[in-house]
């Protein structure tokens, strides 16, 4: 590979010349949120497939369905949130310690019963949801309305999912 094909196939961070009125400190900030949300979103994709395979017990079909419609929607909004990096100039990271790897895999199964399972399920999306809350916050100010209206949606999912929990756990 010569030397201009690996400049194309690994553009450093933030040199693709994005002119949409947002100056590149601000959609550095905001990328950089944007990749916290991304790990934490595959983080959730993994750990709610692994409850949804592994759910024993009454609540055993009521875990079971709703976690399957929780991860198609994360495993969706992955993408979103990746594509929206990409299209603020930077990448969308390849490699993260806190991504989708083997640690993140095993600190994720470490719930057994069906009630823990749902309660760390629980903190996961609520971790989540304060990250967007800043992110959208620091978008906003940066008048990055496009993030901004991505994080309002993707919150509106994830405080859903943390009613519909709390619900199956509560008396
Ligand atoms: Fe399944």
Known sequence: MNASTTTIM?????????????????????????????????????????????????????????????????????????????????RAPLSDHSGPSETVVSRAAKAESAHEMVHDLIDGHEAAIRKMRKAAELAEKHDDFVSHDMLVGRMTFHEQVVWMLRSLVTE
């Open 10 to 90: 690994s553009p450093s961070l933030g040199d693709e010349n994005v002119n949409t009125g947002l100056n590149k400190d601000a959609r550095e900030q905001i990328a950089g949120h944007l990749s916290e949300i991304l790990s934490d979103t595959y983080m959730l994709v993994i750990k709610t497939h692994i409850y949804h395979w592994n759910v024993v017990g009454p609540m055993f079909h009521a875990v079971h369905e709703m976690t399957e419609q929780q991860y198609e929607d994360l495993f969706k909004a992955a993408d979103v949130i990746a594509e929206r990096i990409r299209a603020l100039g930077f």
